[in-house]
Nanobody
Framework: QVQLVESGGGLVQAGGSLRLSCAAS????????MGWFRQAPGKEREFVAA????????YYADSVKGRFTIARDNAKNTVDLQMNSLKPEDTAVYYC?????????????????WGQGTQVTVSS
């Protein structure tokens, strides 16, 4: 069993920054890939970013590329999402996810465990 706990969400003005963090426990964190997804009100959950087991490969949705950065610290069992130049359309509940593979994936169906989510609200 894997437990994922997100933190760092909140309210920020457009153009601002937030850093989300996801703490994992229950399995050998450093062997497996992690991802961030988000779900805006009335919309389907969508891919945001993913990172492979070592942190050497990262993947981003086109909508966040150049503004968001995913990184992991295997010594601390955490994966962070640094979000810069935030826009109102980034408003959503953000979820971290964990999968039983070393490579990252854009497909939410390929992830095995999910956190409870953290709310990010960007005001215009």
């Amino acid at each position: 069993q894997v437990q994922l706990v997100e933190s760092g969400g909140g309210l920020v003005q457009a153009g601002g920054s937030l850093r989300l963090s996801c703490a994992a426990s229950g399995r050998t964190f450093s062997r497996y890939a992690m991802g961030w997804f988000r779900q805006a009100p009335g919309k389907e959950r969508e891919f945001v970013a993913a990172i492979n087991w070592s942190g050497g490969s990262t993947y981003y949705a086109d909508s966040v590329k150049g503004r968001f950065t995913i990184a992991r610290d295997n010594a601390k069992n955490t994966v962070d999402l640094q979000m810069n130049s935030l826009k109102p359309e980034d408003t959503a509940v953000y979820y971290c996810a964990w999968r039983y593979y070393s490579g990252g994936s854009l497909l939410q169906g390929s992830y095995d465990y999910w956190g409870q989510g953290t709310q990010v609200t960007v005001s215009s």
